[in-house]
């Protein structure tokens, strides 16, 4: 896990980056945005601690920018000028906290840590997603089919009867989707099902 800083005060940035290195922390700072874009980020669960107020784009805009790109990095909002509409607009916009300066010590942590662990969750949510979808991949496009039909609802005879088939052969491809996916129950893989966003309103 790291923590990435973007403040122009280089004495604050410096206290805090010691601050959370004495807590075990890896920390990465910059005074400015283009300094902290220049620098290739880790494949890690990470955060930003951002202050509202820089030289050239403010953090809120920067923010925003953030999220046009699609960038899922949680945000921690440090500012000395803070108000109530400024942080509303923040956490509007996804940000984690918005600590005002000066801040506990304690505060600082916790919101770091809290938003550490919601990129570490979102991070082993997605990784969790590919292996699901890379499994669907490989059923054949009958399994695929007889895998909605029976997330449905259908029993085997109706799935049968719908798709021109055996019921032995529809009871062959969903344990063959089944075992692909691998789903240890039924009820697994019509959650499954789902997760991939498969259509399984039942047929007419």
Excluded: W
């Amino acid at each position: 896990m790291i923590v990435y800083i973007v403040d122009d005060d280089a004495p604050l940035r410096a206290a805090i980056s010691s601050l959370l290195r004495s807590v075990g922390l890896r920390v990465a700072d910059f005074g400015s945005v283009p300094q902290f874009l220049a620098h290739r980020r880790e494949e890690a669960a990470s955060c930003l601690l951002l202050d509202v107020r820089l030289q050239g784009i403010s953090g809120l805009d920067f923010q925003a920018e953030l999220n046009r790109d699609g960038v899922a990095l949680p945000v921690v909002f440090m500012t000395g000028h803070g108000d109530i509409p400024m942080s509303v607009r923040a956490m509007k916009a996804g940000a984690l906290d918005f600590l005002a300066k000066p801040f506990r010590d304690q505060d600082l942590i916790d919101a770091v840590n809290a938003a550490l662990e919601a990129d570490r969750a979102r991070r082993e949510a997605g990784q969790a997603q590919q292996a699901l979808q890379a499994c669907y991949q490989s059923l054949t496009p009958r399994e695929r089919e007889i895998m909605a039909l029976a997330a449905s609802g259908l029993m085997n005879k109706q799935i049968a009867a719908q798709v021109g088939t055996s019921e032995v052969t529809v009871k062959i491809h969903r344990g063959n989707a089944m075992r692909k996916m691998q789903a240890r129950t039924f009820a697994d893989l019509v959650r499954m099902a789902e997760a991939l966003g498969i259509d399984t309103a039942r047929p007419g």
